[in-house]
């Protein structure tokens, strides 16, 4: 019996240079920009409905995980990342802060096509203008 390990498999080689190589953080301000920083149509984890919710234009990206998916006829690339605004306190210039306010799950087919997207937002971040 022939014994597969994954471990020391091409596929997951050739994934961790695709992911070195991969500048994740353009994927997401390219996301932003097609978006014009809006997030139409959110229910929050309580089924609450926005209609629109605007994100900051300061907004950095942080990937924390990565995951490949194969179907029967699929294969997928999902990229989880953090979203961070640096926010300033208009009282006081110099204060200077960073503030998680969601996460972004982006999925890509295997032509590194754009195919689905979830947002988990804070939406009691001052940072985020609610309509």
Not at 51 to 67: D, G, K, Q
Not at 72 to 80: D, I, P, Y
Request: charged share 25%; aromatic share 8%.
């Amino acid at each position: 019996m022939t014994r597969l390990e994954l471990k020391n498999h091409q596929v997951w080689r050739d994934l961790t240079e695709i992911l070195e190589n991969l500048d994740a953080n353009i994927l997401v301000q390219e996301h932003l920009t097609q978006c014009d920083y809006k997030v139409c149509g959110y229910w929050d984890e309580q089924d609450e409905y926005y209609e629109t919710i605007m994100l900051p234009r300061n907004l950095e990206a942080e990937l924390v995980s990565s995951s490949i998916g194969v179907t029967h006829t699929e294969r997928f690339l999902q990229l989880k990342f953090s979203l961070i605004s640096d926010s300033v306190d208009a009282t006081q210039a110099s204060n200077h802060h960073t503030q998680k306010i969601g996460e972004l799950v982006l999925v890509y087919d295997e032509n590194l096509e754009f195919v689905d997207e979830n947002w988990i937002l804070d939406v009691d971040s001052p940072m985020l203008e609610i309509n």
